[in-house]
């Protein structure tokens, strides 16, 4: 990992969105609505891999550079090989995905994984830069990696969301592969995932189906709002004569009457990232949706985030308790003797081998542990006077027989015998 990127400003806004934020605001400002501090909206594309993120994030770019309001954009994408868009803040500035799959042993997914999460661990570096920024746009674009599950069901992309949306107004832009979604048996899959990541996220959500220049979504929109047109295609599509299909089919229909009240509160729109098609529906949804965070999830996170501190400010006092308890304690006799042979253990970990931090454990102070500790060199008076008493015999003794010779070994030797006695 290198260092992190400084804002890229590689993008054509880079020089005149330095100016002031009181002057000149830019042009087209959606939601310009007399507010003291101006906050852009945050729109996190999410989607299968295929479904046209990185398409539709530069077809969004091109729309709002033609419209006066460039975009601030982030790329989380570690694998993405073709960029159609210059990001101000590009995770592959940050991490290779690639050498980390050689690091770590990784294979692609767990190589684009392991580099989201490192670049996690810097996330509020790039959330400075981002609000930095805040004043002097309107959007900030965010493409996350191809694969969805890698993003949305990781703690990484979590945090990711979580902060931003703590930060700034955020949008959700489910991007759906209209195309592919025909078959009313992966229309539903991938209505539940929607609705998976829409509770999961708690933000306000856009399912955009995309590439209606090669299908129109209007079918979709159809089997949204009616239960029978959906059961029609399902038995049109199901051929019901074998017993699967029939499972599958009852199964859908069950399905589409449960998630009834997830396509009441949700907006759709059809856009194609290749022609540009239904830029303006695009973004009418998205100020709708800002205006929904301003009045149903802001309160909401503001209260989580009240929550968060007061629990933090509980831990932090209830840590506090036991501190003083423990301090209490050591004031007691024996306690403190304890304590301070605990401290002592901690400091001889490196010479007491194998013996850990604590070698005396929660017990009292005795003389074996005396002895060690006076063999450490920092023994009271009264210990020294025995040990050279006893040295002064063991010297005694030697001059009687041969054997003790060799007896003048170093104190920290000495110490090293007695451990292996404790
Ligand atoms: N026809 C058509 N193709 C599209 C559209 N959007 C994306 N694509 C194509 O879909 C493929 C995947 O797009 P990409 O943006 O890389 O998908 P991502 O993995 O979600 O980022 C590319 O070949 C795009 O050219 C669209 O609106 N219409
Ligand atoms: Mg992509």
């Known amino acids: 990992m290198s260092a992190m990127p400084t804002p890229a400003d590689s993008s054509a806004e880079a020089g005149p969105s330095r100016a002031p934020p009181a002057a000149a605001p830019p042009v087209g400002a959606a939601g310009a609505d007399g507010e003291a501090k101006k906050q852009p909206v945050v729109i996190l594309c999410i989607g299968m891999a295929g479904s046209g993120k990185t398409t539709l994030l530069q077809r969004l770019n091109s729309h709002l550079h033609s419209k006066g309001s460039p975009p601030y954009i982030l790329n989380l994408d570690p694998a993405v090989t073709h960029m ?141 709002t009616d239960f029978e047109a959906y059961q029609a295609a399902l038995a049109g599509a199901g051929g019901g004569e074998d017993g699967e299909s029939g499972y599958m089919n009852s199964l859908m229909g069950s399905m589409c009457l449960v998630l009834e009240e997830f396509y009441n509160n949700l907006k759709a729109v059809g856009v194609s990232a290749m022609t540009g098609q239904g830029m303006r529906e695009f973004f009418a949804a998205v100020e709708e949706s800002r205006k929904e965070w301003e009045t149903d999830y802001k309160p909401e996170l503001d209260r989580l985030a009240a929550e968060r501190e007061s629990k933090a400010a509980d831990e932090k006092k209830k840590h506090l308790e036991r501190l003083m308890k423990d301090m209490n304690m050591s004031d007691a006799p024996g306690a403190g003797a304890g304590a301070a042979a605990r401290s002592r253990g901690g400091q001889m970990g490196e010479k007491g081998k194998g013996r850990g931090d604590n070698p005396f454990g929660p017990y009292a102070r005795n003389e074996r542990e005396d002895r060690y500790l006076d063999d450490e060199g920092s023994g009271t008076d009264e210990e020294e006077e025995d040990r050279i008493r006893r040295q002064e015999e063991d010297e005694e003794e030697a001059e009687h027989a041969e054997i003790f010779d060799s007896r003048d070994v170093p104190a920290a030797d000495t110490a090293i015998s007695y451990g292996s006695q404790l």
């Open 84 to 224: 159609p868009y210059s990001a101000n803040i590009d995770i592959r500035d940050t991490v290779d995905y690639k050498e980390v799959m050689k690091q770590y042993n990784l294979g692609p997914n767990g190589g684009i994984l392991t580099a989201l999460n490192l670049f996690t661990t810097k996330f509020d570096q790039v959330l400075g830069y981002v609000e930095k920024r805040a004043e002097t746009v309107d959007y900030i674009l965010v493409d996350t990696p191809g694969q969805i599950e890698i993003f949305t069901w990781s703690a990484s992309g979590a945090i990711i969301t979580d902060a931003i949306a703590s930060t700034l107004p955020t949008v959700v832009a489910y991007i759906i592969d209209t195309p592919r979604t025909t078959s009313p048996a992966t229309f539903m899959s991938n209505m539940l995932y929607a609705c998976s990541i829409m509770y999961k996220t708690r933000l306000p959500f856009l399912l955009v189906f995309n590439k209606i220049d090669v299908e129109p979504h209007d079918f979709a929109l159809e089997w949204m």
